[in-house]
């Protein structure tokens, strides 16, 4: 109504002198159109909740009939200006447009289901039927459809959603068309009046949908935690608690489940989350997740909680596999942990970027950040690609440091692992200064621009004062055994296990001519690559492409001897070295996911062969060891006979 009233006030202001002018009939015609335009959003949009309103209506009618199993609801703090949002409970807009006139008014705090995805008002929740997905079905015979009114896309899916009945489009208000459902499991949608000839010709049993291979199917999960958990109550039963804080949240994290009866065609996925990662997608990401899988696949990393919790849940599933939502070195830790496990046959490791560089995760071809890993198919473009990844090996190495005392080298000081290379000289310094700035200013770092833009500044820093320039007459490179000249213009040194450095550099370059003393690069060959750089300005040129590292050496055992103080940093993570050694030594291969370029009309023969060796195993043809062993050997032919 006030748009409505500003307009007319608008036109009564215009001189009416002018009303035959071409400039008159123009204005008239552009409010005109303004005015249909608003009015048919504003329709659309009463329509839109009323479609809302009869699908509730509906779906709480058919619930009672088929008695399908239910959860209260997981509520989470939540916040979002970018879009309005209908409360579940009164079906009113979570934020009110008059709240819209003020920009510190325009973003108010609701409640999200993290489960599920409806949100409520914060004095709404705790009034909410409990309708979510129930994620614990362990002994019931089938599992069936949890139809749910569609609140917002949380998915990522596409909104040109057809009815799985009659395979005509859904979100159309218009055009006499039928409220909707969506299935919390499948992601099917059906139109209400077509559910009811849907349950009389094909029943109400679902079968996870698109992707039910690596979906954990809550007929396998089985809940083992005891005690009462704090759900949503009703009315009268709230009023006789004592209102206790945040009355209406279930505590997810209390509960403890096991996987039973697990089918053997099941590949289910398990999810790890870094929320602090890049930008801090995490907690949408979990969010979207939890909707299109089962949730306790979806594990949230931090101080409190690490892999091991995740891990220990599918310690006895024999084809798993795993998802790190993080930068390289959420990718480390993961890696670390399941080797801890000593599984049978590990889970190779599928990489959703959200860190800086994410360089492990660009040379397995997931793209070098959330945008280009989603593409244009979202989450659920993702999952799919990770059931058809191929499954590749990756070096991972030992990086021995000990120190000078007295002139003798000391037993291992300590021992880090490292997957993507280790830098000594001025690549690290500018590391290490941007990691000391990000502890000290975490709020300037809020996505990869301004990342790389800080980076940036680091590196301009150091082409000033030149702190490295000292190295080869301070430092002395040894390659199995060899020593290896250092060039005196050389202010950093760079060993390398992938082909991807600072965001997609490639310093080794297999591309070019053939060397006879050096080798092609590779990340599962056993053998390290050894470069060095000119400076900061090298470095620089480096990422535009204009130049290119210079080629030290190939080896497998690296030892590198300070002799004085430098920055040091082992996949990103820097730190200054007192004089001593770093040895770098092969630890062993880890099975990790590539994403398969090749089209769905032709498979990856990794991906074909991965599959071929699990359905043997199943069939009890071959066992664990015998299916890693042959996986492994596959992987390493088919990464070797691939062109560089």
């Known amino acids: 109504m006030e748009s409505a009233y500003l307009l007319v006030k608008i036109v009564h202001e215009i001189d009416m002198a002018n009303l035959g002018s071409p400039a008159w009939i123009t204005t008239v015609g552009l409010f005109t159109a303004i005015a249909v335009v608003y009015t048919f959003l504003q329709l659309q949009k009463q329509v839109s909740l009323n479609w809302v309103k009869i699908a509730a209506r509906e779906r709480k009618r058919f619930q009672k009939l088929l008695n399908w199993p239910t959860s209260p609801h997981s509520w989470v703090e939540s916040q979002h200006s970018h879009q309005l949002t209908t409360c579940s409970v009164c079906l009113t807009d979570l934020v009110s447009p008059q709240s819209g006139k003020s920009k510190h008014t325009s973003c108010i705090s609701f409640q999200t289901c993290s489960v599920c995805g409806v949100s409520a008002h914060s004095r709404c929740a705790r009034f909410a039927t409990k309708d979510c997905k129930c ?49 919390l499991w499948c992601q099917r949608f059906v139109h209400v009046q077509c559910h009811a000839k849907l349950l009389r010709e094909v029943g109400n049993i679902c079968d996870l949908g698109q992707h039910h291979r690596i979906i954990l199917s809550p007929l396998s999960v089985r809940e083992i935690s005891e005690g009462e958990v704090n759900g949503n109550l009703s009315v009268k039963r ?201 502890e000290e200013k975490p709020e300037l770092f809020y996505n990869q621009l301004m990342n790389k833009l800080i980076y940036a500044k680091e590196g301009a820093k150091d082409m000033m004062d030149r702190s490295c320039e000292h190295l080869p007459w301070h430092m002395t490179l040894e390659v199995d055994g060899e020593t290896v000249e250092i060039p005196e213009d050389a202010e950093g040194v760079l060993v390398l296990n992938i082909a991807s450095y600072m965001g997609g550099v490639d310093l080794w370059q297999n591309e070019d001519s053939y060397d ?129």
């Open 135 to 183: 994620v614990a079905q362990a002994g019931a015979p089938n599992l069936i459809h949890h139809w749910s009114e569609k609140w917002s896309d949380s998915t990522g899916t596409s909104d040109t959603n057809s009815c799985c009945y009659c395979h005509e489009l859904c979100n159309v208000p218009f055009l006499g068309a039928s409220p909707i459902w969506r299935c």
């Open 238 to 438: 709230w009023h006789r608690r004592n209102k206790r804080k945040n009355s209406c949240f279930v505590n997810a994290e209390k509960k403890k489940y096991e996987i039973v009866n697990l089918q053997s065609d099941v590949r289910p996925l398990l999810v790890f989350i870094n929320a602090k990662s890049g930008a801090q997608y995490g907690p949408s990401l979990r969010r979207k997740l939890n909707t299109l899988l089962n949730p306790i696949q979806v594990f949230e990393l931090g101080a409190s909680q690490g892999p091991e919790v995740g891990l220990e849940m599918f310690r006895h599933v024999q084809h798993f596999r795993v998802l790190v939502c993080g930068g390289d070195g959420t990718v480390a830790w993961v890696l670390d942990a399941i080797e801890r496990f000593e599984f049978e046959s590990p889970p190779p490791v599928a990489i959703l970027p959200l860190g800086t560089g994410n360089d492990l995760a660009r040379v397995l071809q997931w793209g070098g950040g959330l945008a280009s890993a989603l593409g244009k198919g979202g989450i659920s473009g993702l999952l799919d690609d990770i059931d058809h990844g191929a499954v590749t090996m990756l070096d991972r190495w030992s990086v021995a440091i000990k120190e000078n005392v007295g002139g003798q080298l000391q037993d291992v000081k300590k021992q880090k692992f490292m997957m993507n290379y280790l830098g000594v000289g001025c690549d690290a310094k500018v590391a290490y200064e941007f990691h000391t700035m990000r």
């Open 516 to 644: 006879a003393q050096l080798g092609i690069q590779s990340m599962d060959d056993k053998t390290l690559e050894v470069v060095c750089v000119t400076g900061a300005w090298h470095l620089g040129k480096l990422q535009v492409g204009l130049s290119r590292a210079q080629r030290l050496a190939q080896g497998k055992v690296i030892r590198l001897h300070l002799h004085s103080s430098f920055p040091v940093q082992v996949d990103g993570e820097p730190f200054i070295q007192p004089p001593g050694c770093l040895e770098i030594t092969h630890q062993g291969q880890v099975f990790m996911l590539k994403r398969a370029s090749e089209s769905r009309s032709k498979a990856h023969p990794s991906a074909v062969m991965t599959e071929v060796l699990l359905n043997a195993q199943c069939k009890g043809i071959i066992d664990a060891s015998q299916q890693k062993l042959l996986l492994q050997e596959i992987a390493l032919r088919l990464s070797s006979s691939r062109p560089r």
